[in-house]
């Protein structure tokens, strides 16, 4: 990767961590309504297979979305302002951190239904399908998704179709308060979409370029209309299912021990700057812009006006 | 005009509109059929109720797509493509099996636009093919339009004669929001005149099957051929009523049946739905509330009874609301005083 | 009698029911959690909403059984178990998760009795957490009472303070029939007085919250609260209110609504779901139908707009029907000549 | 196997058999309403599993239960009134071909929507596990029915919660007018089921013997405790999907050869005479008896009563 490159790829990793941490702040002060699922820890997933995608191509995601939107493009201030609920975010407050979207960008939405999401990219990659312009529709979703119907059958679909859509399991370990070894039945996720009769694939999903590559190998075989990939990453998040959980289901030391010893953002640092890629004080640069952006949507968004009543009765339908 | 029945207008529709626009998609179970078999024959049915024949051999593959028994990843599918620049035209070949992908229905494609603040649409198109009539017991009969009905961000159409079924399926097509395009089974072979080429019928008109100034009459699908019945033998005795089918019942043509109830003060509604929170008690409410000071009657609602839908003919036709309970209740509005 | 809350009311009659009934199990995602995570701590949560606490230390992991993420299954295998003997109480952690698992509910469980000729039961009860007020947004906030009181088969209840909780919920788990039993997340932390012990309330009667001449009140769920509200107030001008609250929607105590409209001639009926095939135009419905010639007004439905739910605290403040909506309403109704 | 099982499998089987063919022809009398799916061709399958099940066990059934129905024991001539939609039917006419259940013999229910039964039958299979009976639920579904969310979940969560539940499917090539090359994105129906972490057994499902032995092995397992299995049968339908299917998908000659080759009767019959342990004089015996019942079945449902109106309005509700 050229350092433009890894520049791009460190400022889009650092603008979701600090987007996450400075929001768990900013719900303790209760101005943020709703429920918000952070997405601290996930990172590389995010970036390493948004990074590989083109703007033309689709993602698909899930009531964790912040991450996925972020580095598929969405703009930031836009995303504060909606979680926010401000009348000027990215759905004008209509939908909240879970419904993000923006389709300039190739971001279908956040889902606060677990496993709504899958069959639309299925949708998605039957349309570049039909158009031949080699896009490809990628579904994120957690360890415990991976069970919902919905999702298998996404899954056999987008096999029966040879449809170019990329299955992205983002295995943190924890469906709500319940670990993956107990709700996945199979041996393990990447094994079972196996089965399905697609490509399977793992990455270590706090290596960026581990996920990076391997998404590039699976957008390479869904381009070449050799049907679906499932891409399973082992991950991890720190913060709780939901701002507010106890997180009685961690080992002790659990979360301060992936903080230091298995950090993405770390790791990206120390590769990087290890083969000399870039220097420390590059990234430094990259970090202080990207604190003064989130400081600045913060501060955007508490001011920015709120939608009005009668904005609840528009955007029902384009014509009634 | 050619004389053609329902099923055939509905092929004659989805042949002209895949014809017009080549965003147009058709996808479902055996729509073409035949895939994967030994016969090599690729279009082994057309759709199993014949709608959708002829589509595959003209069309391709790409564009009309047989699926596996997966009807959660077909409706996602469906609005997938279409939020990215498809219409997609969907078959659900029973509407009962909206249960096994109602979160595609009601919490995805009809909340997406107003979620994202306005910025998607999804122009799918859902046909459901319902009612009773067929003997086809509890979990083929059902006429469920009152479930989607009730969902923001849905509209939901019920033709009853051939030419509607294709001025409405064109509509529905071309419109931008998604569409529940509800299908009596029983009506099928219904026939009429039906305009030739491009033919439209705008949502939210009712149509006003008779005339008359003593009772109004507002019966769903299948329930207006009844009606009919039952109103053609009142007026013989002559008890005069109007007769509305709405067509499609979101939008509502509400004006056309307030109207209606502001002349004659006396209102029946025609449902096979069971009657709690059905499209019967819809449109009393809503004329409870609007039309009240017009009123000199009760409403009275003929609908099926609170019960699943049986198997037996004696007992289907006994479930069922005919023009008998029909021409009773109509007596009764029309003899209060 | 103590004194406790919505939630505290419903852990305390599950433990009850378990304690008595061996066939009593639970069953839903994190009903206990902590299953197959590094902390060893079997018990993580007892339930997003605190009301399945204590049970899995005490019953067991066998009757205690936490799910991945699979409504179908879990309401699947909750009708599995009782039509074999077991009396299956399943937590649906949102109402709105109700399109995943539809099927279960409106083809499956609600029909069993009556497609196999009353040869089955199925004592199974659904608990379905619902309603807005919480920010929640489109997918996470919808109350859906509607679409299962539709449904013959299905029995549905909507307890809004701790000691119906208690006494109802204690009748949907010896109950015989299915029964869907909503809770509303913004009513959980509402206290009262609990009879102690054994405590049953019937389905199908209605509660009477307040008293007066002029105006019925009907009002559902936390709408009743709101409602109470409006009464209050008005009363205080001389406007007096019946406020009733169904408790149970299906079946539906009809008698103390069409006898309290029988006195006062006016009907207002509030319920937290957009308009279409509601609570409330069923309830007009019935109204318009069976005290018609008690009526003296139109019929007045306080209900949510046609639109999904929004996000914004701003925007769910304007959609939700609140006391002012519901004043103006009553008013209306009150004045009307 | 002893002579009497023998003679008890080919009574069941033959019975199925000329259950079916006769209702193929009764139907075209146009005297039996609503959709109707034969079984025939498929006997070795369901009397192959139900037979080692014991009485106390529970099926789950399809669309195409008939022989679901008889192979566990319900009564025949119950069942045919229930098909003609007579009063005294198994279900009182209210549920017809595609509903029949008979909970004394285990039989929890034919099933018309695909996929409607195995979450059903997990939920007797926990029963059965906190009871500690040793019984076990069995779900009968078609190759079709396998790419269905609502089958696939069933199998995670017996798998989650290792319930005694088999999962038989039926592979007769076809779901409706598609075939299973198509409509299983899977390598095999087998395959996938493996992957979701159980025992996946498969056998032929002509060969009752097979079937039994595969299902004895099965049931082995679930009773001891270790999980659910899943068991795919390769089979045929002689019939259409339902009746009046003008069966365009088939091969040439399809069915014939499948009923000369490989009827699982007349190779039933070959082995069972060929071994010694029947003559073809009992077997005719059989046959006989079992055309007589038929007979006398039809003739009944006939002439049975048809339920009264008044009766739509009853079995709504235990009380209400
Ligand atoms: C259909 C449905 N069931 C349950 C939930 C509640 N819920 C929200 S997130 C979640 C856990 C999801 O786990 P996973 O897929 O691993 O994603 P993660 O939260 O770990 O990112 C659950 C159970 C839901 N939103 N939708
Ligand atoms: C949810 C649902 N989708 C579709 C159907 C229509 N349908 C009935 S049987 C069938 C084919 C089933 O195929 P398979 O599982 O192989 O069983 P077979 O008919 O071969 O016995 C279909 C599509 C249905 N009844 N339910
Ligand atoms: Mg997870
Ligand atoms: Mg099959």
Redesign the pocket.
């Known amino acids: 990767m050229e350092k433009q490159d890894l520049l791009r790829v460190y400022r889009s990793m650092k603008t979701i961590r600090e987007f996450e941490e400075r929001l768990h702040l900013e719900i303790q002060t209760g101005e943020i309504a709703g429920f918000t699922?952070l997405?601290s820890g996930?990172e590389a997933s995010a970036v390493g297979v948004c990074d590989a995608l083109s703007k033309d191509d689709y993602i698909v995601s899930?009531?964790?979305g912040h991450g996925h939107c972020i580095a598929k493009g969405c703009d930031v201030k836009g995303m504060m302002l909606e979680i926010y609920g401000r009348a000027g975010g990215l759905c004008k407050g209509k939908g909240g951190s879970m419904h993000i979207a923006d389709f300039d960008v190739g971001m279908m939405g956040a889902n606060?239904?677990?496993?709504?999401g899958p069959p639309l990219a299925v949708g998605a990659a039957i349309a570049a399908g039909i158009d031949g312009n080699g896009n490809v529709a990628v579904a994120f979703?957690?360890?415990?998704?991976?069970n919902?119907g919905t999702v298998f059958e996404a899954m056999n679909l987008a096999v029966v179709l040879k449809a170019p859509a990329l299955f992205v399991?983002?295995?943190?370990?924890?469906?709500?308060h319940?670990g993956?070894e107990y709700?996945v039945g199979a041996e393990s996720i990447q094994a079972r979409s196996a089965a399905f009769g697609m490509l399977s694939l793992a990455a270590d999903g706090n290596d960026f370029f581990d996920v990076y590559e391997k998404t590039a190998q699976a957008l390479e075989h869904a381009r070449a209309g050799r049907g679906p990939v499932s891409l399973e990453l082992q991950t991890q998040?720190y913060f709780g299912?939901?701002e507010g959980d106890p997180q009685k289901y961690r080992a002790a030391g659990e979360v301060e021990k992936a903080r230091q010893e298995d950090d993405c953002l770390l790791r990206f640092r120390a590769r990087v700057t290890g083969d000399g890629s870039l220097t420390e004080a590059e990234l430094d640069a990259v970090d202080a812009e990207v604190l003064a952006l989130i400081d600045e949507a913060v501060a955007e968004a508490r001011q920015a006006p709120a939608p009005t009543p009668d904005d609840v009765l528009t955007d029902v339908y384009v014509s009634y | 005009m050619p004389v053609m029945n329902v099923r055939q207008a509905i092929n004659e529709t989805l042949h002209q509109e895949m014809e017009r626009d080549e965003n147009v998609i058709v996808l479902g179970e055996d729509v073409s059929g035949g895939a994967g078999t030994p016969s090599g024959e690729r279009e082994a049915i057309g759709g199993i109720w014949g709608t959708t024949g002829g589509l595959l051999p003209k069309f391709g593959e790409k564009r009309v797509i047989d699926t596996p028994i997966t009807e959660s990843a077909i409706i996602g599918a469906a609005a997938g493509a279409s939020l990215v620049g498809k219409r997609a035209v969907a078959e659900l070949m029973f509407a009962d099996f909206i249960g096994v992908c109602m979160?595609q229905l009601f919490n995805q494609i009809a909340k997406f636009r107003y979620m994202f603040g306005g910025k998607a649409k999804c122009p799918v198109v859902v046909r459901l093919i319902y009612g009773a009539g067929m003997n086809s017991a509890a979990q083929h009969s059902q006429a469920l339009y009152n479930m989607l009905t009730a969902v923001p961000g849905l509209k939901v159409v019920t033709p009853t004669n051939a030419a509607d079924a294709k001025g409405l399926l064109t509509t529905a097509i071309r419109d931008d929001d998604p569409v529940m395009f509800f299908e009596h089974k029983a009506l099928y072979t219904k026939k009429c005149e039906v305009p030739e080429g491009e033919y439209l019928v705008p949502f939210g008109e009712a149509q006003l099957l008779r005339q008359g100034d003593d009772v109004s009459v507002v019966a769903i699908g299948r329930m207006a051929y009844f009606a009919e019945k039952a109103v053609d033998a009142l007026a013989e005795q002559g008890i005069g009523c109007d007769l509305i089918e709405p067509r499609t019942l979101s939008p509502l043509d509400e004006d056309s049946i307030i109207d209606s109830v502001e002349k004659t003060g006396r209102l029946v509604v025609v449902d096979e739905s069971p009657p709690r929170c059905s499209i019967a008690s819809d449109l009393a409410g809503i004329v409870a509330g609007k039309a009240f000071s017009s009123l000199k009657a009760p409403i009275e609602m003929v609908t099926a009874p609170h019960t699943p839908i049986p198997f037996a003919r004696e007992l289907e036709r006994a479930y069922l609301p005919g023009p008998d309970k029909i021409s009773a209740a109509i007596s009764k509005a029309a003899g209060y005083r």
Chains 1, 4 share one sequence.
Do not use: C, K, L, P
């Open positions: 699922h997405y996930q899930t009531h964790r606060a239904i677990v496993g709504g979703g957690g360890d415990g998704s991976s919902q399991f983002e295995n943190n370990g924890y469906g709500e319940t993956d709700a998040r299912h939901f | 979160d």
